[in-house]
């Protein structure tokens, strides 16, 4: 949620970060009326209330002959401050409902527009020329069952389309690069957390996931509980109605969690093996700091998202994603891409978003300033690994005879293996 006062002050601000969403501008101004609305009916509840005590004090001072009058006068009182408190409170929950459907304000050198619009930042890394080894890359479900690291088939058999098995050298994998995640991040200062993967409505609206996207999110109604896309969601809630010591800095907690997403809206898109599915396990790092530390600490979340592709040996792209292609919480937001080979494009393997205070105002997460006064906190997200990452694993490591070279970081997490094999599977298998 924004400061009220962000809006009051600059409300051309508020509108064109709205355009440059291109969302709904035309908020702001409804935000403003119920911002008065709101503030002149308690104004108006407030002095009624304040001249109904005034009243009730008059009443042991008055004669036989005047009390009567004051308490006739001091019941139809408490009836219209009755009336006047309902209609400040109705105001006020205009108001809220209002401002719930604002996204962050976006930061600066953000590009406008929508998903395509994204502005890119750097290339790192060569992409393999397959030609000069001598023969056309598979598809990364290809290699994965080569090497016996998958099962789709009875993925889909057990829970559906978009569900899968890793198995064997596969499941590994993924636990090697999952590990050497958390490693990095802890040799960083992060406290790791294995997090709740189902949240209450007030954490997942906290953190701004119910807006736009909400669609995207499985519920249990049931229980009145939603699953998780992202450890961002519970690491966010941790620190729920606290005032935290960032004293000595940031406080920074990585996250290790199965993730669940519907996936609405993405139907034929990326649906071969597991580029888009509806469950995968992520390591998510997470920061809490003050304001004017956010943009230096986006940076450096940044900084070691780019360590650990460097560790798993893959080309990749930086891009400042477009306005429009925010999420609700975040007012600046990188994008890191891995080359994928047969599809000749690149894919997003991580992101990291600076939120500024739109999270923590929501969920009422403050600190204590050097003067010892009380100011709500930053907060922000970066993605360390996920099981997507095996994709651009598979297509980029893969060898002619259809074996995965092993990047030389993760290695040690796999007991020294260079190479995975590709396996003869029976008609069982």
């Not at 400061?3 to 009051?8: E, G, Q, S």
């Not at 961002?232 to 109605?241: I, R």
């Not at 956010?294 to 450096?300: D, F, G, K, L, V």
């Not at 993605?383 to 994709?391: G, H, I, Q």
């Amino acid at each position: 949620m924004i400061d009220i006062r962000t809006i009051r002050e600059n409300p051309e601000y508020a509108r064109a970060s709205q355009r440059a969403r291109r969302a709904n501008e035309g908020l702001i101004d409804e935000i403003l009326a119920a911002d008065e609305k709101r503030r002149s009916s308690l104004q108006a509840f407030e002095n009624l209330r304040a001249e109904q005590k005034n009243l009730s004090r008059t009443i042991g001072k008055a004669s036989a002959e005047e009390r009567p009058q004051i308490l006739q006068r001091a019941k139809e009182m408490s009836k219209e401050v009755k009336d006047l408190e309902n209609a400040a409170n109705a105001a006020a929950d205009e108001f809220n409902t209002a401002m719930r459907q604002l996204p962050n304000l976006i930061g600066e050198n953000v590009p406008e527009g929508g998903e395509d619009d994204y502005e890119v930042l750097k290339h790192v890394g060569t992409p393999r020329d397959f030609a000069a080894a001598g023969f056309t890359p598979r598809d990364h479900l290809d290699i994965a069952e080569g090497i016996d690291a998958v099962d789709m088939e009875r993925g889909t058999k057990v829970s559906g389309s978009r569900f899968y098995y890793l198995k064997g050298i596969g499941a590994r994998l993924e636990l090697a690069l999952l590990t050497a995640a958390v490693d990095q991040a802890e040799k960083y200062g992060f406290t790791m957390l294995t997090t709740p993967t189902l949240v209450n409505p007030d954490i997942m609206g906290g953190t701004g996931f119910l807006g736009a996207h909400a669609d995207e999110i499985y519920y249990l109604p049931a229980d009145d509980l939603y699953l998780t896309g992202t450890s961002e969601v519970a690491l966010a809630g941790y620190h729920k109605d606290e005032i935290i010591d960032l004293s000595a800095g940031p406080r920074r907690y990585t996250g290790w969690s199965t993730c669940y997403r519907r996936e609405a809206g993405s139907y034929g898109k990326d649906t071969r093996g597991i580029i888009r599915v509806h469950q995968f396990n992520k390591v998510e790092m997470f920061s809490y700091c003050a304001p004017a530390e956010a943009a230096a600490e986006h940076e450096r979340l940044l900084a070691w998202e780019e360590e650990m592709i460097a560790k798993a040996e893959l080309p990749y792209r930086v891009i400042n994603t477009a306005a429009g292609d925010l999420g609700d919480s975040a007012a600046k937001k990188y994008d890191c891409e891995a080359w994928l080979p047969t599809q000749n494009r690149y894919m997003e393997i991580t992101s990291t978003s600076n939120c500024t205070t739109f999270q923590a105002r929501r969920l009422n997460i403050r600190y204590r300033t050097a003067e010892g006064n009380t100011a709500v906190a930053a907060t922000l997200n970066g993605t360390l690994a996920t099981t997507r990452w095996l994709v651009a694993m598979l297509e980029n490591h893969q060898q002619a005879d259809g074996s995965l070279y092993v990047p030389v970081a993760l290695r040690p997490y796999l007991g020294g293996k260079e190479l995975i094999e590709p396996v003869e599977k029976g008609p069982s298998a």
